[in-house]
T-cell receptor
Framework: SQTIHQWPATLVQPVGSPLSLECTVE??????LYWYRQAAGRGLQLLFY??????ISSEVPQNLSASRPQDRQFILSSKKLLLSDSGFYLC?????????????FGEGSWLTVV | GDSVTQMEGPVTLSEEAFLTINCTYT??????LFWYVQYPGEGLQLLLK?????DKGSNKGFEATYRKETTSFHLEKGSVQVSDSAVYFC???????????????FGQGTILTVHP
């Protein structure tokens, strides 16, 4: 069966520090991968998606970047965090086959920028 | 573009009450529809889904029917429990194929609190 893991689960970072959140998927090949952000009291916003290694699309302009160095690894980064980057970050995956239209989420990472 | 509108919360109910959370959508084509649930401090879990008109998704006593004529996917449960307290998200996904990436578009979420 497929599983998705992301880490760290919780982190507190000062303004201006770098960020790296990592996500891996097991039990599938060539998945579509996603990073979502959920700001406090708000809905979910798609930040990045990837359909293959090295292929990253950004949905909104922002202070963050994403990379996919391996088929089942998706990394969310920032060189210098802003206070507004605080939130709950969720990695997700979907089977890229035409019939696979359910998106499955990781456990989430709580980021507080202070 | 695609959009999902959910009933505003928070919703507060007593145990064993009937629950309805309204969800309507706008989309091009024929989307798949989903309800996700987020328990406190956790990620999102798929609760149920429906992929075509008149389909009924069901799980854990929750149900939702894909109504194309009213572009709705309302979530219902006949008797809620304290353990159902969570945030519920309605979402749609366009049919993925070829270079389409099938992203999810979410509603704003509805907070449900169930008291004993």
């Amino acid at each position: 069966s497929q599983t998705i893991h992301q880490w760290p689960a919780t982190l507190v970072q000062p303004v201006g520090s770098p960020l790296s959140l990592e996500c891996t998927v097991e039990g599938t090949s060539n998945p579509n991968l996603y990073w979502y952000r959920q700001a406090a009291g708000r809905g979910l916003q798609l930040l990045f998606y990837s359909v293959g290694i090295g292929q990253i699309s950004s949905e909104v302009p922002q202070n963050l970047s994403a990379s996919r160095p391996q088929d089942r690894q998706f990394i969310l980064s920032s060189k210098k965090l802003l206070l507004s980057d605080s939130g709950f970050y969720l990695c997700a995956w979907r089977d890229a086959g035409i019939s696979g239209n359910t998106i499955y989420f990781g456990e989430g990472s709580w980021l507080t920028v202070v | 573009g695609d959009s999902v509108t959910q009933m505003e919360g928070p919703v507060t109910l007593s145990e064993e009450a009937f629950l309805t959370i309204n969800c309507t959508y706008t989309a091009t084509g024929y989307p798949s529809l989903f309800w996700y649930v987020q328990y406190p401090g956790e990620g999102l879990q798929l609760l149920l889904k429906a992929t075509k008109a008149d389909d009924k998704g069901s799980n854990k006593g929750f149900e939702a029917t894909y109504r194309k004529e009213t572009t709705s996917f309302h979530l219902e449960k006949g008797s809620v429990q304290v353990s159902d307290s969570a945030v519920y998200f309605c979402a749609l996904s366009t049919k993925a194929g070829g270079t389409s990436y099938g992203k999810l578009t979410f509603g704003q979420g509805t907070i449900l609190t169930v008291h004993p």
